[in-house]
């Protein structure tokens, strides 16, 4: 919402604006999956209310655990036993934490579990996960493609032990072993061959203290302890990764100013870090201790720019990268690639359909200043929010940008739109 302009601000600058954000993803589907594995009853405050965790909800609910559902809490009773039920069929819908994180914490109970997900879903991958999960015991079976959904899960509780995982496609499938951990009989002991965006199992460890375990790590090596959680209060921070397009939009308006309540020094999630990446493109960021603030000096200057361990906000730099003064070059965003879409892909096809210069690689992509597009140009979303949420912003400075499924933005964020909209009105 808007607030008071200081006397001495120029006239036409855009007044600040102090935005209130839905709570993290990434927060909201580990802290149910520790809210069902506690013992006891877990209250969360301000989880997000998307489709994706919406779906999360709904497939703890199918295995037999009550989750209640208020306007701003949930509270979920946790059986550490794990599933109420013997027999359950659970529909992921499009969410990626969902359809890893629910096959692992029915292995701890006892019964048979399928679970299917959307088209888009199913052709993520899940494969080094499910082997894994077959190394510690679980009886695990792909109905059709290997390594992909639907799959069914012959559970009768994960005796534990030491395994070996491969996280170079996704961090979820460690994210999944270290939640997992507690509810075994002997704990984990988990091996790391290759590992992508670092922060978000930092996020998954600094959760799982807050629930009463520690993780103990040395070098590539996670050790978890056996014994359970205990149910706590949760409070949700605002989602970091929805953060950057607001932030991104005040860095390519001149005199704009965001800021994002509860998201500051202390959030847990790494996409905090897209600040510094617009910090280092010449916009003005201040991070205290009760939030963080964008403002857009008029002028960006072009980088290179490693966002291994941010790779989520990967579609928001290159929405705005042709209107910095040089190159933008990402990399080591390989893992984007097996997303929602082919972000690498979606994100340069879109910018060359806005007629902007652009190269890519395995796992990187440059693109050059500047933009030449035609009249009312159609982004093409590939079903996937980060794409329309990133291009959004874009359409900022190019007048007639549409989407052809502007809708899927309710994975994380319905009300995106709206926000957006109120946020451009005052700008």
């Known amino acids: 919402m808007p607030v008071d302009m200081p006397a001495d601000t120029p006239a036409g600058t855009p007044a600040p604006r102090s935005l209130s954000l839905p709570g993290s993803k990434s927060i909201t589907a580990r802290a149910l999956f520790l809210a069902a ?49 013997a027999e359950a069929d659970v529909y992921c819908r499009d969410g990626a934490t969902t359809a890893r994180f629910l096959p692992t914490l029915a292995a701890v109970g006892h019964g048979t579990y399928r679970f299917d997900a959307s088209p888009q879903m199913r052709k993520r991958p899940l494969l080094p996960l499910s082997r894994a999960l077959r190394d510690l015991g679980v009886d695990l079976r792909h109905e059709e493609a290997e390594g992909h959904h639907p799959l069914t899960v012959r559970a009768a509780g994960v005796d534990g032990g030491e395994v070996v995982l491969d996280a170079g496609q996704s961090s979820q499938y460690l994210t999944a072993l270290l939640l997992l951990g507690p509810l075994t009989r002997r ?7 290759d590992l992508v965006s670092v922060p978000y199992v930092e996020i998954t460890i600094a959760m799982m203290r807050a629930f009463g375990v520690e993780v103990v790590r040395d070098g590539d090596v996670f050790v978890v302890p056996s014994g359970g959680y205990r149910a706590t209060t949760y409070g949700i921070e605002p989602d970091a990764s929805t953060a950057s397009y607001f932030f991104a939009a005040a860095a390519i308006t001149p005199g704009a100013e965001v800021t994002v309540p509860g998201l500051g020094s202390g959030a ?50 290159a929405a705005i990268a042709p209107f910095a003064s040089g190159p933008v070059r990402i990399e080591d965003v390989a893992n984007t690639r097996v997303k929602e879409c082919d972000r690498l892909d979606a994100c340069a096809e879109n910018l060359r359909r806005l007629g902007a210069e652009v190269s890519t690689g395995p796992d990187w992509i440059e693109i050059q200043p500047g933009l030449a597009p035609s009249a009312g140009t159609e982004i093409r979303t590939y079903g996937d929010h980060r794409i329309v949420m990133s291009f959004a912003v874009t359409g900022l400075r190019v007048p007639g940008v549409s989407f052809d499924d502007p809708g899927c933005v309710r994975k994380t964020f319905p009300g995106f739109h709206e926000a957006f909209a109120e946020l451009a009105d005052g700008f």
């Open 37 to 85: 594995a506690a013992d006891g009853v877990t209250t969360l405050v301000r989880p997000l209310r998307s489709d994706d965790t919406e779906g999360f909800a709904e497939g703890l609910v199918r295995l037999g655990y009550r989750v209640g559902r208020t306007p701003d809490t949930w509270q979920v009773d946790g059986r550490p036993q794990g599933p109420a039920v």
């Open 268 to 317: 847990l999630q790494g996409d905090l870090g897209f600040v510094d990446v617009l910090r280092r493109m010449g916009a003005e960021v201040s991070v205290g201790a009760d939030g963080t603030t964008v403002r857009g000096t008029g002028s960006l200057h072009g980088l290179t720019v490693n966002m291994r361990d941010i790779s989520d906000t990967m579609p928001t730099l």
């Open 187 to 193: 704990g984990l002991r988990i091996r790391v061959t």
